[in-house]
Every structure is written in structure tokens, then in C-alpha cells.
């Protein structure tokens, strides 16, 4: 059976009519199992019917808000009510994409809490600054919302949780924004994978090596420009003088706000490496690197690897700045390894390289399969009106945030750490086990963390 579709001979549920019927107080049930959706169908032509209209709001309105939007607004049910940003020049660009589209312009706000008040708005989409993905999404399904985040899932593993806790009490669709997912092409590649025709698969790597990351040069703290609320940009980060260094596209090189490499590109790539592979925790972690490339303004490794050690095979990932052409001659992939062979994918397509000794497979190559957002975000439109879960609910989601965050925490305390899934511990180092945790400068607050 379909999810997308209704079972014939069943009343016709809309989902302004179910959202009109469901209510908070049937929060505590959690959300049934995930379900595969191996490819999305197109939007359909025509002017949606008022009830099927899903009326969404944005919050953070920076590149990749108004990429997300754009390809939003590209299926025809959906309407931009209100746009968020802190940034009124953000503001003004996210109101153009909808302009751009023949859309009418939506209207303004700089506090996220005022979009997720309204009434209009059925969905949100999250993509602030990592330090903002987990209030903006627990609150939204607080308030019945459903909610689109950007990638990685938060800055915490304990985040991660919260956020998950939230939409399984409160019975939202989440989905995480790291589109691959949703991508014909490596789907299909971990299916061969996971059919067993590569053998048996020991190793597994993801790799970025990127020359295209800007250099920071060291600039004096001063004050915000004009136009930008900078407290409620900080929001639960520490309190810190405004340094452009700091802001906007660069906050990911500062742990206040984000993780760097490892969780900026890691959380894409260790979601495909992991597609291909049984859903489990790791069982330890190692990870080294520095900054050995670029100034040294940044926080996080510009250059870094880490070493995952999981039941049955091991994850190892690496990035670097400063060059582009990475292992096997691509900037950036992934290669299951396995007794008969590798297969190497990247957004190019993938191939599968065979081992010499053995005479089971023949060489593939597979071209790739274009840009998989459309894909992805149709999906998690579908699952608004079915009430399915998406490709990347926050379960998957969670997982994979997590494995990225413990490369990081192994790195940032030095030791190899243990990894204690069932409590989301790491019992082996304190001084590691902190950095599960978030803390919120006052007066924020974080619904259903553990540990803050």
C-alpha cells in the first residue's frame, strides 16, 4: 500500500479538516514507525482547493532559508504567511523569493515566537543558525505545528532529544533537511549495499575536502549593523560583543553556535554513509585534527578525522580545507567497502569498483540523479496532509545528528570516548559527557532536555 495515497472507499480526510480534529491534549501517544518513501511524486498542476493550501511560515531567512522556500513555493498548495529573521535586510530577500514567484508578499516579524502565535500557519521552516534549530522546532510542535529543519538536527546531542521528545508527544511531522536522503541515485546505491551483493562491508568512509571556504581575518568586536536585533540572534548562546567573524554564514567555525565541518557537511554525508548500513550506535570514538590550513580565528578543526567503531564495521570521516580534490579524485563522497567490492558515490552518480580476485560482480557506473531537494521537500509535504512519518523523521534524524556530535566531543576531550546509546552517555569521561548537554543563557529555556 501506498501512504501517500487513501485506501479506496475511505472518506476523504483533508488536512485542514484533521488539524481541526486533533488536539495537544493526545500528545503523549508517540508516532508509529518510520516509513520508506524510496521516491516522491511530482506536485500536481493546477490551483489546490483552499483546504488543501498548507500555509507555512519561515524562520531564519538566511541562503539556505530562502533555498528551502523557493523550492517550497515551487508546489502549488503552499503559501508563504509570515517570514521571521532577526535581520531586516534577511527579511527584505526572503520577501523577494515569494514576490519573485508571483507570490503576495508575506508579512514580517523578528521574534520566531510571533509566527509560531498565528493561526495561519501550519508548517514552519527552521534555518537559523544551528544554535536555533532545537527551541524554534520543540515550540512549533507545542503549537501544533509541523516543522522543516535545517541540518544538523541542533548543537547538542541532548538538544536532538528534546526536539525529538516534542514531536512524538505532540504528534508532528518533522523532517531534517539533509535532502540525500531523498536522492534516487544514493538510494539506490545503498540498496546494493544493503542486498548483500558487495559482501560483507567492514569499512565505511565520507570524506569533504573543500577549497572554497573563506579565510577569516581577525576583525574587531563593534556593533551590530543597522537593522539586526543581535540579543535575539545570540538568543541561549553566551552572551559575547558582536564580531562579524561571528555572524551570518560564518558562525559555524565557533562552538557557541555550531560544529564546524564535522556537522555541517558530516551530518549529509554520515546520513548516506549510514543509508547503506543497519540502523546502531557506535560503540567508541577517536577523533584529532586543528587548524592547520586556515587562520586561526575559527574554533573548529579545519582539518579533522574521526574514527567510529560500530558492531560490525567501521565509519572513518575526514575533512579538510584548503584543497579540492579528495580520496578517489572526488572533493567529497562516500565508499562502502566490502569483500567484493567498493562502491563510490558522490552527487555525480556512483560506481562500483570490483575486487580483482573475485569474479561474482562486474564494474557499474551510475550517473547521478540531479538535485534531490525538490524530492525531499515534497515528501515532507505529503506526510503534512497523510500524517505519515517522512523519509528523515527525527528518529533517523537523531541518530545521525549524534554521530556527527560524537566526533566532536571525542575531538574537543581529547580521549577515545564509549559510547552509551540507551542513556546517551558517555560513561568513560566527564569531561566529555558534558558536552551531551546544552546550556541556555537565561531567560531561555529548552522544553524536555535532560541536561541543561
Not at 505529503?382 to 512519518?389: G, L, N, P
Request: with cysteine; proline share 8%; hydrophobic share 40%.
Amino acid at each position: 500500500m501506498n501512504p501517500n495515497n487513501q485506501s479506496r472507499g475511505a472518506p476523504r480526510v483533508t488536512r485542514r479538516s484533521f488539524l481541526q480534529k486533533s488536539t495537544l491534549a493526545a500528545a503523549v501517544v508517540p508516532v508509529a514507525g518510520s516509513v520508506m518513501f524510496p521516491f516522491v511524486r511530482r506536485a500536481r498542476a493546477g490551483e489546490p482547493p483552499p483546504s488543501e493550501k498548507i500555509r507555512v511560515g519561515l524562520i531564519g531567512s538566511g541562503g539556505m532559508g530562502r533555498g528551502n522556500l523557493a523550492t517550497f513555493l515551487g508546489n502549488p498548495e503552499v503559501e508563504c504567511v509570515v517570514i521571521c529573521d532577526v535581520d531586516e535586510g534577511m527579511l527584505a530577500r526572503g520577501v523577494e523569493v515569494c514576490t519573485s514567484k508571483g507570490r503576495k508578499a508575506p508579512e514580517t516579524v523578528k521574534d520566531f515566537r510571533r509566527v509560531l502565535d498565528r493561526a495561519d500557519v501550519d508548517a514552519v521552516i527552521v534555518a537559523t543558525p544551528d544554535h536555533w534549530h532545537a527551541l524554534p522546532t520543540v515550540l512549533a510542535c507545542q503549537a501544533g505545528k509541523d516543522v522543516y529543519v535545517e541540518k544538523p538536527l541542533a548543537t547538542t546531542i541532548d538538544e536532538g532529544r528534546a526536539m525529538l521528545t516534542a514531536a512524538q508527544r505532540h504528534r508532528r511531522v518533522v523532517q531534517m533537511g539533509s535532502q540525500w536522503k531523498s536522492c534516487r541515485h544514493i538510494i539506490e546505491a545503498a540498496e546494493f549495499v544493503k542486498s548483500g551483493k558487495l559482501g560483507k562491508v567492514s569499512l565505511v568512509r565520507a570524506w569533504a575536502w573543500l577549497d572554497w571556504l573563506p579565510t577569516l581575518k581577525r576583525e574587531p568586536d563593534g556593533e551590530p549593523p543597522a537593522g539586526v536585533d543581535y540579543d535575539l540572534w545570540l538568543g541561549p548562546a553566551p552572551k559575547r560583543p558582536f564580531n562579524p567573524n561571528r555572524f551570518h554564514f560564518n558562525f559555524r567555525w565557533f562552538w557557541d553556535y555550531a560544529g564546524g565541518l564535522m556537522t555541517d557537511w558530516g551530518v549529509h554525508l554520515i546520513n548516506m554513509a549510514l543509508m547503506g548500513m543497519d540502523r546502531v550506535p557506535p560503540k567508541t570514538v577517536c577523533s584529532s585534527g586543528g587548524t592547520f590550513v586556515l587562520d586561526p580565528v575559527q574554533e573548529t578543526p579545519d582539518s579533522q578525522t574521526a574514527v567510529y567503531e560500530f558492531p560490525d564495521f567501521m565509519l572513518i570521516w575526514e575533512h579538510k580545507s584548503g584543497l579540492g580534490v579528495g580520496l578517489n579524485g572526488r572533493p567529497w563522497g562516500v565508499s562502502w567497502s566490502g569483500t567484493e567490492g567498493t562502491i563510490v558515490l558522490n552527487d555525480s552518480g556512483w560506481e562500483l569498483l570490483i575486487e580483482k580476485r573475485k569474479a561474482s560482480l562486474e564494474p557499474e557506473k551510475h550517473p547521478g540523479s540531479g538535485d534531490p531537494r525538490p524530492a525531499h521537500i515534497r515528501n515532507f509535504l505529503d506526510c503534512v496532509k497523510t500524517r505519515q512519518q517522512p523519509v528523515l523523521n527525527l528518529e533517523l534524524a537523531h541518530h545521525v545528528s549524534t554521530v556527527a556530535h560524537l566526533g566532536n566531543i571525542a575531538f574537543r576531550s581529547g580521549q577515545k570516548i564509549v559510547w552509551d546509546a540507551a542513556n546517551e552517555r558517555v560513561p568513560n569521561s566527564p569531561e566529555a559527557d558534558k558536552l551531551v548537554g546544552a546550556t541556555y543563557r537565561e531567560p531561555w529555556k529548552l522544553p524536555y532536555a535532560r541536561r541543561t
